[in-house]
């Protein structure tokens, strides 16, 4: 198994390194890799690549993982790109008018039992995200007991999980 510590740079953030990519590309000698957005924190990683080689990430704590990370190959021209898949998220909307003096009730209410099942939470604008972590039916029994189904609508996106910094307010549990 080959393994991979040098990152090279991002494709979104940097012109010289998507040419760099594209330059490798042309020449069939980029592989690509898909991790899931839970996985950008680990610093050790076994992924398959499209092209079926196993390769391990091995990289310094506190790095996290970006769509778009490319990373050099020891001993080879070319190099991995690394992709990161959307997750399922629930999102939640207060279905209450900002008059309505229930309304700070339920939204502590609801931030209480999503905290209680250790859920991550990101607030953005009206919408309160928590990753689906067990099935959806699961979740929406958790919400409908405790009553939280008549005052928030819920629908389900596939989205990146929005970062702490700029997201307009991230919390996460010790246990995500």
Not at 39 to 62: A, D, H, N, W, Y
Not at 115 to 128: A, K, L, M, R
């Amino acid at each position: 198994m080959q393994h991979l510590s040098h990152r090279v740079g991002n494709v979104h953030l940097q012109p010289d390194i998507a040419a760099q990519a594209a330059r490798w590309r042309a020449e069939d000698c980029l592989d690509e890799a898909t991790i899931e957005e839970r996985q950008t924190g680990k610093s050790r990683l076994r992924l398959r690549t499209q092209r079926g080689r196993e390769v391990g990430l091995i990289l310094p704590r506190g790095l996290t993982l970006a769509d778009g990370d490319v990373f050099a190959v020891e001993n080879e021209r070319g190099g991995v790109l690394l992709h990161v898949a959307p997750q399922e998220v629930m999102v939640l909307t207060p279905l209450d008018s900002r008059e309505d003096p229930a309304r700070f009730s339920w939204l502590v209410r609801l931030g209480h039992v999503l905290g209680n099942q250790h859920w991550p939470v990101v607030v953005t604008g009206e919408q309160i995200l928590t990753p689906v972590t067990v099935d959806r039916a699961v979740m929406e029994t958790v919400l409908k007991t405790h009553h939280l189904t008549d005052h928030f609508s819920i629908h389900y996106e596939q989205r990146s999980w929005p970062k702490e910094a700029g997201s307009g307010g991230a919390w996460t549990t010790h246990h995500s």
